[in-house]
């Protein structure tokens, strides 16, 4: 069964300001594997659970048309607001029940969201929709994100592994004890022989300290240890942040650190037909 998640306004305005965009070299590879299978001009890609569309925005400058779908009309809604380019648009609808025809898409993709997905359901509806040759492509990373900052590094590191340690606990079951192991998951169920696995390319992007608190507090970790004690988990978030600053000796969170986002992703491509 799916997971519904991330649907609130205010978590829906979080996840548009702290969550990281796939990184451009990861967008090339699948549209490098893409390209290989298909024949330009590349005419439509569907990003499912596509959230406030950071995602999705990247993919509208290779395709004739771009649907983003997700479950949350509040996602939608911030998605949708923003400007984007003109053939690019949301629709809400479940990753289980994509509102497409038969054999229609060049692309269907998912970034950082199909491990809320009900696995089979999806894998069925995205192999419907994808033509013969199409591709489908899974992106995500882990929470475990590593901090540089100078002689400061292993502090810090120190420190996120505590605070990492202490959300765990509010890991929804569904997901188990680790996302990478649940893409695994999902690769093993993809039938198509043409797919691919690959894990662990890092990626550093520069952020002010204070995004990559609100990054680690939009995850749903955090957030189920918000439902069950805000209190608490506000304490958490400060204290984490009181150490990081002066492990750093800096006195802002608008002092800018390295964040290192460890990107793993499954491609897969559906067969020609014979």
Known sequence: ??????EGKAHAESYQRYRVSPPQELIDEVLNFLRKRIQEPLDLAVDVGCGSGQGTELLAPHF?????????????EIASAKDHAANLCYRQSPAEELPFEDDIADLVTSMSAAHWFDHPLFLREADRILRPGGCLALLSYTMDFELEYGESTSK???ICQEFYAALHPFRKAYIGSSSLQVYKKIYDLVSYDDKEWHECLKVRMMMPLSRFI????????????????PVEAKRLSQTITDRLLEAMGASSTDTEITVVVKYFYVLASKPQKS
């Not at 004739?64 to 939608?76: K, R």
């Open 1 to 6: 069964m799916a997971q519904r998640h991330f």
């Open 64 to 76: 004739m048309t771009v649907v983003g779908t997700d479950i949350s009309s509040a996602q939608l």
């Open 156 to 158: 810090l590191n120190r």
């Open 214 to 229: 609100g990054l680690v507090e939009s995850f749903a970790t955090f957030q189920g240890f918000l439902e069950k004690d």
